[in-house]
């Protein structure tokens, strides 16, 4: 496979999640992914509040598993402070300590998610919307990141992950399957076959040593290339290409 990178500097912007409600938030993170790095045995980012008024957030890390509540959740890392008042116009840090080396991979990186909860002030639930029946809603907006840790026996870098992918196109032109043979995560951003059929990723990670399939919103039967965006470790996007192969009918 032929490969071409080209950075391009292209921030990405914290994906904010909301809960139905479109309310700005107060609070937001300092960058789009936290990599943990083993031989330093943590990381740290900072949470700022813009609000002329102090803020209280909640924060934890999951394993992508959004439907438990943080309590339920047990993975390998420790966050300090895992509740805070962050005083008005300025941040507070937060580190991710790796607490249960045990549990996690010493051949390839590892996924999870740092959550930063805003909890609304007192002063700001008389403006919260009610229900049907007149009770208040209880609306928080949630931020949430990417955590990657990195092992110490890792060699190379993240980018060689990218080079190594490989691009097959279903028969019928209409599923791209991307695999990852080595132990760097890739965080695909754009994926587009021949310039036209451009793939649904939701999230864009391919996980290391794995496979995953992307659908395309019509056939590219035929389609030789495709150009992508990937994002490294500072959250820019990177424009690169590559030659597709075709799977068998």
Same mark, same amino acid.
């Given at each position: 496979?032929? #490969? @071409?990178?080209?950075?391009?500097?292209?921030?990405?912007?914290?994906?904010?999640? @909301?809960?139905?409600?479109?309310?700005?938030?107060? &609070?937001?993170?300092?960058? $789009?992914?936290? +990599?943990?790095?083993?031989? !330093?045995?943590?990381?740290?980012?900072?949470?700022?509040? +813009?609000?002329?008024? =102090?803020?209280?957030?909640?924060?934890?890390?999951?394993?992508?598993? $959004?439907?438990?509540?943080?309590?339920?959740?047990? $993975?390998?890392?420790?966050?300090?402070?895992?509740?805070?008042?962050?005083?008005?116009?300025?941040?507070?840090?937060?580190?991710?300590?790796?607490?249960?080396? !045990?549990? #996690?991979?010493?051949?390839?990186?590892?996924?999870?998610?740092?959550?930063?909860?805003?909890?609304?002030? !007192?002063?700001?639930?008389?403006?919260? =919307?009610?229900?049907?029946?007149?009770?208040?809603?209880?609306?928080?907006?949630?931020?949430?990141?990417?955590?990657?840790?990195?092992?110490?026996?890792?060699?190379?870098?993240?980018?060689?992950?990218?080079?190594?992918?490989?691009? @097959? #196109?279903?028969?019928?032109? &209409? @599923?791209?399957?991307?695999?990852?043979?080595?132990?760097?995560?890739?965080?695909?951003?754009? +994926? +587009?076959?021949?310039?036209?059929?451009?793939? $649904? #990723?939701?999230?864009?990670?391919?996980? =290391?040593?794995? &496979?995953? !399939?992307?659908?395309?919103?019509?056939?590219?039967?035929?389609?030789?290339?495709?150009?992508?965006?990937?994002?490294?470790?500072?959250?820019?996007?990177?424009?690169?290409?590559?030659?597709?192969?075709?799977? =068998?009918?």
């Amino acid at each position: 496979m032929r #490969l @071409t990178l080209h950075p391009s500097g292209l921030l990405l912007v914290v994906w904010l999640m @909301t809960c139905a409600f479109p309310a700005g938030a107060a &609070t937001s993170i300092s960058s $789009t992914r936290l +990599v943990v790095l083993q031989s !330093e045995g943590r990381g740290a980012i900072s949470v700022r509040n +813009v609000d002329p008024a =102090p803020a209280l957030v909640q924060a934890w890390i999951d394993d992508g598993r $959004t439907d438990l509540p943080p309590e339920q959740i047990d $993975t390998p890392f420790q966050l300090v402070p895992p509740m805070a008042r962050i005083e008005a116009e300025s941040s507070l840090p937060l580190q991710v300590l790796i607490v249960k080396a !045990e549990r #996690l991979p010493a051949d390839r990186e590892a996924l999870y998610w740092l959550n930063v909860v805003e909890i609304p002030r !007192e002063d700001r639930a008389s403006a919260t =919307p009610r229900s049907a029946d007149g009770s208040m809603l209880n609306v928080r907006v949630r931020s949430r990141i990417k955590v990657i840790y990195r092992p110490a026996a890792l060699q190379g870098q993240p980018a060689d992950g990218i080079r190594r992918m490989s691009w @097959t #196109l279903s028969a019928d032109g &209409t @599923t791209l399957t991307v695999g990852n043979p080595s132990p760097w995560m890739v965080n695909l951003a754009k +994926v +587009v076959v021949d310039g036209t059929g451009e793939a $649904t #990723l939701d999230n864009g990670v391919v996980l =290391p040593l794995s &496979t995953r !399939e992307f659908e395309l919103p019509a056939a590219q039967p035929g389609a030789r290339h495709v150009a992508f965006q990937w994002i490294d470790d500072y959250g820019a996007a990177n424009a690169a290409k590559a030659e597709l192969a075709s799977a =068998p009918p």
